[in-house]
């Protein structure tokens, strides 16, 4: 068992390598790509787990690889995330993960990955150890109220809870240092911190907090800093489904980042992220001017060539093979432990984009035509096109007969005197009905004093 | 006895003529009352010697005796016939010396026309006995929802229009003011004037009241059907209705919110399920009618709304859209829809295609500048109401005198320490 360790660490430690610079990434994606446009259907059958998980670091890395294996429809991925999870908790300290996912792995990985009581108990019996010797220290810090000394000691015991895996106390303990910090730096690595542990636990508002304390803090940060807290940032306003804003957190993102951050996000991510988000909620311009000539965030589309083709083939108004990439990269999108549950909505946003786009310019549209760059029938298109109507998002009407969209300019001038009338009428009712409201207040007033002083 | 019922009209006869007399006749008949009460059997043959509209202060309180008590099936009608003639001939001036006994007389011919079951008897003279006894035509009399609900029974609901055209603003009694614009509400419904039908049943719901009561469940069940017919989609209640009214009105009208929400989804199935559960209560309530009007609404809705998104569309498709089962009804739908203005569209029978066609109206014609004309003129007629109400509730010295003690009160808080118990 120990062999089989030492050469999974390998094989990790050399995709991390591969992973963690730019043209060997480049290389590893356009494979992958190529791979899935070969089987385009089942592209989540291709998922480099390995790859992947190479991007991260620390618990996020076993998290993600957990999520994977949940979500996953092949059972050979599957059992490759749930392997890699295994003997990446092994080398932790979270042996309530461990019962996980051993229960998870329910034997099908053979002997080799069952649930280890010898290695369970040792690391619960030094954890109880540490804990005590911890305590033991932060007490005598406490009497002698050294400042510096007592946030060491809860940050010690913060780093000891969530390495166990006890995500809550770690919180706790890392927000207590907050009261002891003496210069910015500290506060910065607190927030940083904080953000962590709230980003595992799922409390963005947490993060959106801690994020902005953060910010406040001091008058220079270190760029990779600024880079953390956007992306954390960002990351908050994904999850809030205010995906513009959180657009604009990703591409304001520096490139410093590059893979410091990846007991969060991968630099991949901001790329994808920040893309997507800009697709679904920019309009034109701000995708020219924000995305595309944004020089900063084009390093990190290098690293997401698919992202990268796709926003370029959207604002070239290559509709198809823009929905094309997008289709391919569903289903390693729905792996994504922060994205999976927003690929949907802004798939449908941005598709809902592309077709209001390609209509704009034009008077009339052949349907036909339309439905080709969109790789749709006709009457599927119809319909999509009948909703955005409806919902007043292209004006326009469809002639079904001939199978052409006609471009409907309203007509102000009529629409104009419509409304006059239309308010002239409402005002009319509102006043007279307010009138006998009124009215009928005074009369309950009038029979009130009646009743009181019993005269007519 | 006999007697002084004869010197009693012998003082109307002479009584008659200035208003002196008048003043003075009026507190002899109201000396005698009691003793005309009492005599009612018997007074029917002195009508003779009266002039309905000479003497309508005395006719007026003899036939106010006469018919307070039972009247018999065979004197019903000759009943009705005097009353009606003096309705009709009978001086405003003199009638409105005593409202009360006119009201009451013309209750009682609404209670005989409907107990012969000939209601259709009683608008005529009700019309003419309301405009006597109002003062302006902007006044709610207890006869108003009396008329009104003549006119539902006799089904003449054109007749209601005439009285509901007029602005009510000035309301003595609560209790007519519900069920004059429930009744109106129905009146309108009745002639598919969904909007008006709104503004009449939208007046009783949001009324001001302490308690709910049932006139305005009533209306509110018939307000979110006609809103469902006419609009599609139910506002909730505006702010300035009475917390009762909020607070209680839905739970008292579920069957129809549920309608509401199934008609939201737009979806026949779920409309259709939903009527059939609560079927017995619609029958119960006598809405059925309107239930199935919502239903056929929705059809509408749905081809209306395919005017917003397309130019041509196939009838099958129409059909297959608006979730009716074949291209022939889509026709009788939109056909029917075309007739009553609600699209504009043309059918072209040959390729089953149905072209729609923008609203032609280009605001450009006399009649339309005519028709703005008029509304800027009633809009300015309100605006000059509006003010004349503020001038006049400002010298209205209740609201003086509270706005006063407020002030006072405010000053207090502001300038002394002491709190105002203390004092």
Redesign the interface.
């Given at each position: 068992m120990e062999g089989e360790e030492d050469t999974m660490g390998t094989a990790r430690g050399s995709a991390m390598w591969s992973n963690g610079g730019g043209p060997g990434d480049d290389e590893e994606v356009v494979e992958a790509e190529q791979q899935k446009q070969q089987r385009p259907i089942a592209s989540g059958d291709h998922m480099d787990v390995e790859a992947y998980a190479g991007l991260y670091s620390g618990r996020t890395r076993i998290v993600r690889l957990m999520f994977i294996a949940d979500r996953c429809g092949n059972p050979s991925t599957q059992m490759e995330a749930l392997r890699m999870a295994y003997d990446e908790i092994k080398e932790g300290e979270d042996t309530q993960l461990h019962r996980e996912v051993v229960k998870k792995i329910d034997g099908r990985l053979g002997p080799g990955y069952e649930l280890d009581h010898v290695w369970a108990d040792a690391v619960d019996r030094r954890a109880e150890q540490r804990k005590e010797k911890l305590e033991s220290e932060l007490n005598s810090y406490k009497t002698n109220l050294i400042k510096e000394s007592i946030r060491m000691g809860y940050n010690d015991f913060g780093d000891f809870h969530y390495a166990h895996g006890m995500l809550g106390d770690a919180f706790k303990s890392y927000v207590r240092t907050r009261d002891y910090c003496t210069n910015s730096k500290h506060i910065i690595q607190t927030c940083l911190n904080v953000i962590l542990v709230s980003i595992e636990m799922g409390q963005f508002m947490h993060v959106t907090n801690y994020v902005s304390k953060a910010e406040q803090a001091s008058e220079v940060l270190e760029p990779v800093t600024v880079a953390k807290l956007k992306c954390a940032a960002g990351l908050a306003h994904l999850e809030a489904k205010k995906y513009k804003l959180a657009a604009r957190k990703f591409l304001e993102t520096g490139i410093e980042l590059g893979n410091q951050y990846s007991e969060v996000i991968a630099a991949q991510d901001v790329a994808t992220y920040g893309g997507l988000c800009a697709l679904a909620s920019f309009d034109r311009t701000e995708l020219k001017n924000k995305v595309i000539d944004n020089i900063n965030f084009r390093n990190f589309l290098e690293l997401v060539p698919e992202v990268r083709e796709l926003i370029h083939d959207f604002y070239a108004s290559r509709y198809a093979t823009c929905l094309e990439y997008l289709e391919n990269l569903k289903e390693t999108l729905l792996l994504d432990i922060h994205l999976h549950d927003h690929v949907e909505t802004l798939y449908t946003l941005i598709r809902h984009k592309a077709i209001i786009q390609y209509t704009h310019p034009f008077i009339s549209v052949d349907l036909h035509t339309m439905a080709d760059a969109f790789k749709t029938s006709v009457s599927g298109l119809e319909k999509e096109?009948?909703a955005l109507?409806?919902d007043n998002q292209i004006q326009a009407?469809?002639?079904?007969?001939?199978k052409i969209l006609?471009a409907r300019h309203a007509d102000q001038?009529?629409a104009t005197?419509q409304r006059?009338?239309q308010t002239?009428?409402d005002?009319?009712?509102d006043?007279?009905?307010?009138?006998?409201?009124?009215?009928?207040?005074k009369?309950?007033?009038n029979a009130k004093?009646t009743r009181k002083f019993g005269f007519i | 006895m006999e007697d002084s019922i004869e010197a009693l009209v012998a003082h109307v006869q002479a009584l008659s003529g200035t208003p002196e007399d008048l003043t003075h006749l009026h507190s002899l008949l109201k000396q005698r009352e009691d003793s005309l009460h009492s005599q009612a059997s018997q007074l029917l043959p002195f009508f003779e010697h009266l002039d309905p509209s000479k003497h309508s202060l005395g006719y007026l309180y003899l036939l106010e005796a006469a018919s307070s008590g039972t009247i018999v099936r065979e004197q019903a009608s000759e009943f009705l016939v005097i009353a009606s003639n003096f309705v009709d001939t009978c001086s405003a001036e003199q009638i409105r010396l005593a409202p009360d006994k006119f009201i009451s007389v013309c209750k009682r011919i609404k209670d005989q026309v409907i107990l012969l079951q000939m209601p259709i008897r009683g608008i005529v003279p009700l019309r003419t006995a309301i405009r006597k006894l109002q003062s302006s035509s902007e006044r709610l009399t207890s006869l108003h929802p009396d008329f009104l609900i003549l006119c539902l029974l006799a089904k003449c609901y054109k007749a209601g229009l005439s009285l509901l055209g007029d602005?009510?603003?000035?309301?003595?009694q609560?209790r007519d003011?519900f069920l004059y614009f429930y009744y109106g509400g129905m009146i309108n419904i009745g002639l598919k004037r969904f909007q008006k039908a709104l503004?009449c049943l939208?007046?009783a719901v949001?009324?001001?009241m302490a308690q709910l009561n049932q006139m305005a469940v009533e209306a509110y069940k018939k307000y979110i059907l006609v809103y469902l017919i006419y609009n599609g989609q139910v506002p909730s209640l505006p702010k300035?209705s009475s917390s009762a009214a909020q607070r209680n009105l839905k739970n008292y009208a579920q069957p129809y919110v549920d309608l509401a929400n199934s008609y939201a989804s737009g979806k026949f199935s779920e409309l259709e399920s939903c009527i059939e559960t609560n079927r017995e209560k619609f029958e119960n309530d006598k809405n059925l009618g309107l239930v199935r009007q919502v239903v056929s609404s929705l059809y509408k809705r749905s081809i209306q709304?395919l005017t917003?998104?397309?130019?041509?569309?196939?009838l099958e498709?129409i059909a297959r859209r608006v979730q009716l089962q074949t291209a022939k009804e889509a026709e009788m739908h939109v056909l029917r829809m075309i007739q009553d203005g609600e699209i504009f569209a043309t059918i072209n029978q040959k390729?089953g295609?149905v072209?729609?066609i923008e609203?032609p109206?280009?605001?450009k014609t006399c009649e339309?500048v005519e028709?703005?004309d008029l509304?800027?003129q009633?809009?300015m007629t309100?605006s000059k109401?509006?003010r004349a109400?503020d001038e006049q509730?400002s010298c209205d010295p209740?609201y003086l005198s509270k706005i006063g003690k407020e002030r006072t009160k405010f000053d207090m808080d502001d300038f002394d320490p002491v709190p105002q118990k203390f004092l």
């Open positions: 096109l009948e109507i409806t009407r469809i002639d079904s007969h001939n006609y001038r009529n005197f006059v009338l002239g009428v005002f009319d009712k006043v007279k009905a307010m009138l006998l409201r009124a009215n009928l207040f009369h309950e007033h004093a | 602005d009510i603003i000035e309301v003595d609560p003011f503004e939208h007046n949001t009324a001001p300035y709304r917003q998104t397309y130019l041509t569309l196939s498709d390729d295609m072209s729609f609203d109206e280009q605001y339309m028709h703005i509304s800027i009633r809009i309100l109401k509006i109400y509730i209740s």
